[in-house]
C-alpha cells in the first residue's frame, strides 16, 4: 500500500471511531471491556479522534495530524492500562482492545515517520515509494539582475564563498571542471571535498555533484531562469544529499547546523543580498546594553563575505 | 556613549555601550543632536512587540552629524547634517526601485523569523525587535546608519533640529496615511488617534485638500491641540460621545469619505469590549486590540478607504470583513516609505506650508528617556511628544 493511501485509511478510521465513541460510548466501553463506561470521556476521545481524521483527510502530508495520532494511542494504551486495575473489568477483552490500539499504534507511527521525512518534495523513487537515502531540497529567488550577468557570477566558482558563508574556499585546479571545495565544520573542523561540472549552459544552467570520496555526497543544478515583466532572474536551485549512513542527507544538516532546506536559503538570500548591494548587511559588533551586540535566541550569525565582488 | 536600553516590560535603562563602528562598507555613524520617543516605542515599551532581547538599545526618530563614512558611501561625508528614516533600505531591489522603501528586500538580517510570522519579511527598522533586524537604535549619542547612501537625507536650510527631525518618521507616517486615502476636494475624512502621527495626518489631510478633518480621542488636550494647532473642523471625544453616531450625525448618516487609525494595537475604548480584547491579549489569543479600525470600518462610507498607520503586530480577531467587502472599501497600510517622502516633505516645510515643532511638547536629556517614556504613556503633563537631547 502507498503512503498516501495508508495515511487516508488512517484518517477514515479516525472519524470512524470518533463516532462510535461520540454516538454510542457505553456500547463501546463495553465492547472492550469497561463495566462502568465513562460517556463523557469516550466522548471527549471522539472528538480527539475526529480532529484527527479531518486533520489527515485535509492535508496532503499530514505529518503533524499523524504524529497527533501516535500520542492519542499513547493516551488510549495508558487508559485501557488503568482499566485493567478494577476486578470489574473485564480483563480478556481489555487484552483484546488494548492488542488492537497496539496494532494500530504501529501503522501510525510508521506513517508518521514516513510522512515526516518526506516532507519536502522529491525524495521518492521512481515508484513512488520513499527513497529513504536520497533528500532532495528545492529552492528559488528572485534577482534584479540579468540571467546572464547571474550566471557569469555563479560560473566563477570562485565567488560562490562570497555568499555561501560556510564556505572558506571553491578553488580550480588544471581540470577546468573540476573544482575544490572548503567548508567550516563544527568546532573548527574543515570539510573537504571535489566537485564536477555535469551540464554548463551558458546563461542557463550549471550543474555539479561530488566527486570521489565526500563527507556528504551531492548533487547541485542551478536554474537562471527570466522572470517577467523586467524583474531580472528567478535563481532556481535543486540540491540532492546522499550521506553513507543512509539517513537523508540528515548529517549534511549537522555539518553546518542547519537543516539543508534552510541552508540554501540562506545561501539564495545572502546571494540576493550581495549581488543587489554588494554586502550582507549585519549586526554583528553592533552596541548593546549588554555583553554582546547581537542576540543569540534572535539573530542570524553571519559570517561576512570576503568582499571579491564588486560593488554593482 | 550613553544609551536608551530596553530591559523588559516598562523597563529602561540609560547605559553606557561601546560606540557603533562601521560594519558595512555602506554604513555611516552619525552623532545624534536630537532623537525622539516615538508612540509606536511605547508597544516596545508595554512589551506587546514579540522577539525583544535585553539590552536592544531602542529609537527610530533620530538625525545628527556625519562623523564617519564607509568606503562605498560617496555622498555624505563627515560634518554633513543628515536626518535618517526609520526603515532601512538598500535602494537597489525590486521594492525600493518602486520606492515601497519599507518594504526593501535585503536589510532586515532576520527576514526568515519575519517570513515565519508574515509570509515576507519588510525591511528593517533601528530599534524595533529583532524581527525587524536587530538594529541598534537611535536613542544614543551615536548610531550606525546602514545604506547611508540611500537614507540619511541632507539638511543645508537653516532649520532647526525640531522642525526637520520629524521627517524621520511621524511627519511621513501621518502624510502617508492621508495620501492613501486619495482625498478629493470636499472630502471629509475621520483620524482616530490625536497623537503625533494623527496630528500630522490631521495637517496632512488639509494640505492634500481635505475639507473637513474630525478628530478622534478621549484626552482633551489632545483634542484641543488637533483642533488649535492640526486645524481638525470637529473633535470627537469617545469617552463622552458614542463615535460611530458622532460621525453619522456629523454627515448625514453617510459617514467620512476616508478613515484613519492612527492609534493601532494598544486601542482604549469605554465599556466592556476593552476588556474583552484586554483579555485576549494577555491570554495571546490576539496580539492586538483592533477597537480603533472596528470602528473605522463601520463608520466608513461606502467606497471609502480606510488607511492604517498605527501599528499592528500579528492577529487580530472581530474584525467587520464583510463591512469592508459589503460597502466595497478599500484597505490601505504599511510602514511607512520615509524614504519617498522626505525630500518633498522637507520642500512644504522650506516653504512654510507647515511647521513640523508643533506637536513638541517636552525636551529632556537623552539620560531621562525612561522618565520621559513613562509620561509619555500615562499621559501626563499634557504630554504629545517627548525630544531627547543626548548633548544635554
New interface residues.
Partial sequence: MKLDQLSRALGYFSIGLGLAEIVAPRKLGNCIGVNKSYPRLMRFLGLREIAAGVGILSEPKPAGWMSSRVLGDAMDLALLGAAFVPSKNSRGRLATASAMVLGVTALDLLTSRQLTYSKSPGGRDANGDIDWRVKRVIKSI?I?RSPEELYQFWRDVTNLPNFMVHLESVSTSTDPRRSHWVAKGPAGKRIEWDAELVQDRKNELISWRTVGKADVRHAGTVQFLRAPGG??TIVRVTMEYQSPGGVLGIAFARLFGKEPG?QV??DL?HL??VI???????????????PT???K????Q?AQPQ?TVK?? | MKANCWYGKNKLSVETVKDPEILNSRDAIIKISSTAICGSDLHLYNGFIPSMEKGDILGHEFMGEVVEVGRDVKNLKAGDRVVVPFPIACGHCFFCQKQLYSCCENSNPNAPLAEKMWGHSPAGIFGYSHLLGGYAGGQAEYARVPFADVGPLKIDADLSDEQVLFLSDIFPTGYMAAEHCNIQPGDTIAVWGCGPVGLFAIKSSLLLGAERVIAIDRFPYRLRMAREKAGATETINYEELNVLEGLMDLTGGMGPDACIDAVGMECHTPGPIHAYDRMKQAAMLENDRPHALRQAILACRKGGTVSVAGVYSGFIDKVPFGAIMNKALTIKSGQTHVQKYMKPLLERIKKREIDPSFVVTHTLALGEAPNGFQIFNDKEDECVKIILKPGD
Avoid: N, V
Fill in positions: 528572485q534584479s524583474r531580472g534552510q536559503e540562506d538570500r540576493k543580498q543587489e548591494t554588494g554586502l550582507i548587511p549585519t549586526t554583528k559588533g553592533q552596541p548593546a546594553g549588554r551586540g547581537t542576540s535566541k534572535f539573530d542570524r553571519m568582499y560593488t554593482y
